[in-house]
């Protein structure tokens, strides 16, 4: 106990929410920018058993955020990394390795012996996944998410408060919402949400404080400001008995694609028009061989130099902004054959670009 | 009447803040409220989800409007 003796003295923490801390089990859902402070903070203030749900291996891009994996760490499972790091800060917690994606086959056994789960995942898949797995099984959740400068942070399912489909309750598409690494994200705000996250976990698990259940928190770490939202539990998204069959992110429905590599192959075999609606600058720094450029922001003045008579290929970066062309172009051309290059030039190998 | 933006709403948008002025007489409910912005920027008729709150409250489509609430436009973000 003599390691936790500065929160023990705090008169409103004491022994009594410590020891709650030791007997609590928590999982944390995705081990990067987020789940390294959350999982930090919580191994080190002595929460007793904590899992970690996470199949991804450490980047070079994940460095400048998930600031306990070194140079050294590079291609290696994160989950493994983190185990070895969290038992040398702290050998009284019982670290649980879950080297696998939540899915929804997983989902309700990987939950089923924790006290209380930390949405620390990266996609909407994995957050709607974790709300529904949480409400069916009576479990609190923690969430955290970042977009570029901002972040969010809420307790959902605590106490009977408003679940996370009570503030959004449809799934976003795939088309609709970037995610870090499309869209970007600074370095240590998920080390402030992260935080965050950790505090509203003790706080949930010891019933110190106020909990954010039925508040959202939103963080514009531009200004430095913080503003919260109340919001109501919605009756109807208790009902929940089964996880759906799937969370897989609709694509719009009305948009075909096509991966990257199997265009490729089709390209070697014929002559095909493809529209590559990037910035001029972004089409100069590398390009397909056979792509036309006309960026977004110019396609509806220039629908005149596409052949809608033929099959138009759409691609852009990531495979955002093509999605956005090709229901521009299906305003004007209904009919039209338009496809979609699936996730963008950022899957396109670099031997098939021209410079 | 002004409309403070967050995550991809910011981004479709352009800016941090909308403001309904001028001759552009403020909207009267949440419902039109959303019709509006939607009209003024088409991208956000395709989020799934949106949340509106008004004097950081969570308010449904049919709540009514006045001068001087403060409005923000939330949608849910995803990254980790």
Do not use: W
Request: net charge neutral.
């Amino acid at each position: 106990m003599e390691r936790y003796q500065r929160q023990i003295q705090l008169s409103d923490f004491g022994r009594e929410a410590q020891e709650k801390l030791m007997s609590a089990k928590v999982l944390v859902v995705g081990a990067g920018g987020l789940g390294i402070p959350i999982l930090m903070y919580l191994n080190a203030m002595g929460v007793g058993t904590l899992g970690i749900v996470d199949q991804d291996r450490v980047s070079v891009s994940n460095l400048h955020r998930q600031v306990l994996f070194s140079e050294g760490d590079v291609e290696k499972p994160k989950v493994g990394v983190l185990a070895r790091k969290l038992r040398e800060q702290n050998s009284a917690t019982t670290i649980v390795e879950h080297p696998v994606f939540l899915t929804k086959e997983n989902a309700m056994e990987l939950i089923d012996p924790y006290d209380l789960v930390v949405d620390a995942s990266d996609n909407f898949s994995t957050r709607y996944l974790v709300n529904d797995a949480c409400v069916i099984q009576g479990k609190p959740f923690v969430y955290g998410a970042l977009h570029g400068f901002e972040g969010q942070v809420s307790v959902f399912n605590y106490n009977n408060g408003p679940t996370y489909r009570c503030l959004f309750p449809n799934m976003p598409k795939s088309d609709e919402v970037p995610n870090c690494n499309e869209h970007g994200v600074l370095g240590i705000l998920p080390g402030i949400i992260g935080n965050l996250q950790a505090l509203e976990a003790v706080k949930a698990l010891t019933g110190v404080g106020e909990v954010l259940a039925g508040t959202l928190l939103l963080f514009n770490g531009l200004t430095n400001t913080f503003r919260k939202i109340r919001f109501r539990a919605q009756r109807q998204n208790f009902g929940i008995t089964r996880l759906k069959d799937s969370y897989e992110l609709a694509c719009a429905a009305d948009i075909s694609g096509i991966a990257p590599l199997d265009f490729l192959k089709l390209v070697e075999r014929q002559r095909l028009q493809l529209i590559d609606v990037r910035t001029e600058k972004e089409f100069k720094r590398n390009h397909l061989p056979l792509a036309k450029n006309i960026p977004l922001a110019e396609l509806e003045t220039r629908l005149g130099e596409i052949d809608f008579g033929s099959e138009v290929y759409c691609i852009c970066q990531s495979g955002i902004r093509s999605k956005k062309a090709i229901r521009k172009m299906q305003m004007s051309n209904p009919n039209a054959r338009l496809i979609d290059i699936t996730g963008g030039m950022n899957q396109i190998p670099a031997h098939a670009l021209k410079c | 009447m002004e409309v403070l933006l967050f995550g991809i709403a910011k981004d479709i948008v352009g800016k941090p803040s909308f403001r309904f002025e001028g001759e552009d007489a403020p909207p009267s409910s949440v419902s039109e409220l959303k019709k509006r912005m939607k009209a003024a920027f088409p991208e956000l008729e395709r989020l799934s989800s949106l949340a509106v709150a008004v004097n950081s409250e969570y308010a449904e489509d049919g709540q009514s409007l006045k001068q001087g609430d403060e409005i923000a436009l939330i949608p849910p973000v995803s990254g980790g």
